[in-house]
């Protein structure tokens, strides 16, 4: 067992121990974070398992609700949150009542989201069921949800009351949503810690075959790390931008893929493109690339684009990141692994370049 | 003019002079709250002095745009505010944008909640135009949105950078919008100040007639006590539960009314039947309910309800009230004027018989 302290505020926990959801009753009961609980999760996440979390709770004497929406990024909208709070509403849920998201990270986005608005706030608590949502989108408080025009438009900062990582759930996970969390694990070895990086590389199999041991090892130095970043900047000023490693060019690929390709695995490619940039920018040397390199091949993640994307519009998208101060982005890159730098001059000229070597057209 | 400061976090100022709308241009340069501005106002207000103001904005050289909805609490939900966003998004809007809330409260609460919300949230200001908003739904920073099951359901704690209150606005605004706003002046009074119910007692006339020096005495008194209730208790904890003096029997009114008596006349019998029941538990003296009585009558506000309401509607309604910590509400009552004291036991019997001599059958 692993307990992470996120020194925002306010302050929070982060548990983590394989199989903590037989005994969540009991601490439930003993924190009481609300007098009733809504138990917020998706489709397949409800039969996979949250109808059997709920009788859990139930047997224990909890008074709990489950509510649900169709699995999915296209429910992350604002009509799923005004169903569900118009649900809790006509189920007399009030300001006592607690929220617990119970799913990935677009149940987490949402049940956040709607624990930040009903009532002007009420408490709620995560417990992510990816390896994506263990490792990134159940720490820091982010919420919210999409716009046809574009994702995460609306949303609050919100911190959960606590967050509970169960990564024996991850067993039910297919392989492709493991590697999306893998993506961000790397991410973290690459901008904050060369120990996670190669630790990573000497254990990659174990971890592709859900070793307990290593599984909990990378998922809290993750929510380490990222809770040690977040704690610094809470409403992302600064240091925040870190953990846009690879993330300023894997959204363009992304995006100019529209939304084919897979975040994690544009992530991957992004990263890769950051580090040869970091390169040509003569902060690095090759070799860390290749390390890179090798180390996301080893976790199944990509290197190169496995679509032919247009390198225009991966420009056009850069020029238009809502995060851009002015109207090219900030990179983020690498001077070795575990240290970053900002580099707000990158020239187009060399981005394109990168973006053609990585696959594009 | 008057300068109010309210202490939240973070802290803000409320600006209270006739006639500020015609040098706001320069003060928002001054401040520079964004770098584009998005002015929010309802139909109405639109047509009455919003194209006016962005005329002047945009003449001094402020990038503005006008984004309007449908007045009356009727647009006061979900859909107006994704549809602002969407409007906002498609013209570009971004993190450093601010939005202006220009109107009465509905204005406010949409708008205010837009921008909490606005890529996780952007400044705001507030220039509210009705009595109301200006006494007391600009201060505090409560944003919200009704949902189909009942009012204000959903929303945040979010303050705005500042307030701008011009009462030379109120000359366009119908006396009973007026009247709804003193409603609450008095409550001040009653709660806090014995100064301020002296004052309303001997200005009565001079307020009614719109005056300018009565009228920002008023206002600023208001905001006042008000911006201390909150700087005290930001997120209704405790304290901040003296506001809803007259609001709790207010509201029962109203809802079972089915929303046609208006809220200051139905606040306005509330406080009555607070005063009432002050004496019934020997708080105070029926000479301290009779100058309420005379006051709120040299208002136009009335002192018993116009419309015959079942006392057991009234009665079921205070049992679900969604601010009872219990099912039953903690009544504000007085001791005088300006002194409040909670009363967790109030005999239903005392309630029941209260609301029977003010009209209800
Ligand atoms: N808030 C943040 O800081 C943050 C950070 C990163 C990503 N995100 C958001 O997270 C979302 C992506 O998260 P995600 O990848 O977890 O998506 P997701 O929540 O849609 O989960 C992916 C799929 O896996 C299923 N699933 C979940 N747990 C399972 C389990 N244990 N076994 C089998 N199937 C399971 C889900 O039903 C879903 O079909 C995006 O909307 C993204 O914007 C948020
Ligand atoms: N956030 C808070 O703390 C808080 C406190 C109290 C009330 N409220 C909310 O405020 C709302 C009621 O506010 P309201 O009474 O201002 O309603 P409103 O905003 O609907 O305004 C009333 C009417 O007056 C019009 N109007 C506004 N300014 C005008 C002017 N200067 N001249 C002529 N017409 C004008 C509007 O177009 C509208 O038709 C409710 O939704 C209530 O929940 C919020």
Redesign the interface.
Known sequence: MKIIKVRTKPAYEIEIRGGLLTDLAQDLKDRGYGDRYFLITDSNVRQLMAEDLLEMLREAGLPVEILSFPAGEASKN?AT??EL??KM??AGA??RSAIVAFGGGVTGDIAGFLA??????IAYIQIPTTLLAQVDSSVGG?T?VD????KN?????YQPRRVYIDYAVLGLLPLREIRQGLAEVVKYGMIKSQRLFKYLERHSGEIMQLEPEPLEHIIAESCRIKAWVVSKDE??AGLRRILNFGHTLGHAFEAASAWRLPHGEAVAVGMVAAAKISEKRGLISPEITHRLENLLTSLGLPVRLALELPVSEVLTYLRSD?KARSQWPVFVLVRDIGETVFDPEVPEAMVKEVAEELGCR
Do not use: C, H, N
């Open positions: 604002m949150v005004v709070a118009r509403v006509q009030d300001r930040s608005i009903y009532m002007r706030g982010k919210g716009l046809p025009e574009g438009l609306l949303g609050t900062f409403k992302e809502k």
